[in-house]
């Protein structure tokens, strides 16, 4: 089954900094994927970005870009130029196969709580 | 608006009682899905659905019901509330199969926050 760590349970960064968010997994699959997801205090889950494992390039969505080491079981998340919007908790999460329908669940990090302080 | 949408967002009942938490999607995707996310157990799959009149159970289906009669809603049941069902449930819905080059993210609805009293 796969696994995923994320082994920082809080974070803080100044405004406009950046940070590094850590996930690392475990998984048998040679083809897998990898998703960041943030969660406001609100409480909406946000999809942010998607890495493939064979994906040839690191994955970048604006501001949001992921340092993906295969060989490490890396997928860290890197965020430039904080801002206070991005205070919340951040999920890594890896598909894994259901035993029926072909489907995929997501199985989840425990999260970080990344605090931005003006 | 596009996306999807689950109501109600918050909901207080006591044990005993049925309640049905409603997902609606507007994307016409096939798979839809049930979380539920606790303190100490992060996201855990309730049930799936790969397509209208499909439905499999995921990792805690025990007191929940759901069905699927059109392709755009999933509701969730749960037939006679317990407190240990006290939670955030959120609803999710993909485009289908990933494998290989296909990301088939799934993306999440709201939320709904229950407590059962």
């Known amino acids: 089954a796969q696994k995923i760590t994320q082994t920082q349970p809080g974070m803080f960064v100044q405004e406009k900094e950046a940070v590094t968010l850590v996930c690392t997994y475990d998984?048998?699959?040679?083809?897998?994927?990898l998703f960041w997801y943030k969660q406001p205090s609100s409480g909406e889950m946000i999809f942010l970005i998607y890495?493939?494992?064979?994906?040839?390039q690191n994955a970048t969505e604006g501001r949001y870009s992921l340092n993906f080491q295969k060989a490490r079981k890396s997928a860290n998340l890197v965020i430039s130029a904080s801002q206070l919007g991005d205070s919340a908790m951040y999920f890594c999460?890896?598909?894994?196969?259901?035993?029926?329908?072909?489907?995929?669940?997501?199985?989840f990090g425990k999260g970080t709580k990344l605090t931005v302080n003006p | 608006d596009a996306g999807i949408t689950q109501s109600p967002r918050y909901k207080i009942t006591e044990t005993g009682r049925q309640v049905t938490l409603m997902c609606h999607q507007t994307?016409?995707?096939?798979?839809m899905f049930w979380y539920r996310q606790d303190l100490g157990h992060g996201l855990r799959l309730i049930y799936y659905?790969?397509?209208?009149?499909?439905?499999d159970k995921g990792e805690v289906p025990d007191g929940y019901v759901v069905s699927r009669s059109k392709t755009e809603n999933f509701p969730l049941t749960l037939e006679s509330a317990t407190r240990s069902q006290t939670s955030v449930y959120f609803c999710?819905?993909?485009?289908?199969?990933?494998?290989?080059?296909?990301?088939?993210?799934?993306?999440f609805g709201a939320g709904t926050r229950l407590s059962v009293l």
């Open positions: 999710a819905s993909s485009e289908g199969l990933a494998g290989g080059l296909t990301k088939n993210i799934q993306y």
């Open positions: 998984t048998s699959d040679p083809s897998y994927g």
């Open positions: 890495q493939g494992s064979y994906d040839q």
């Open positions: 999460a890896m598909r894994e196969p259901l035993a029926q329908g072909g489907s995929e669940k997501l199985v």
């Open positions: 994307w016409s995707h096939s798979y």
């Open positions: 659905s790969a397509a209208a009149d499909i439905t």
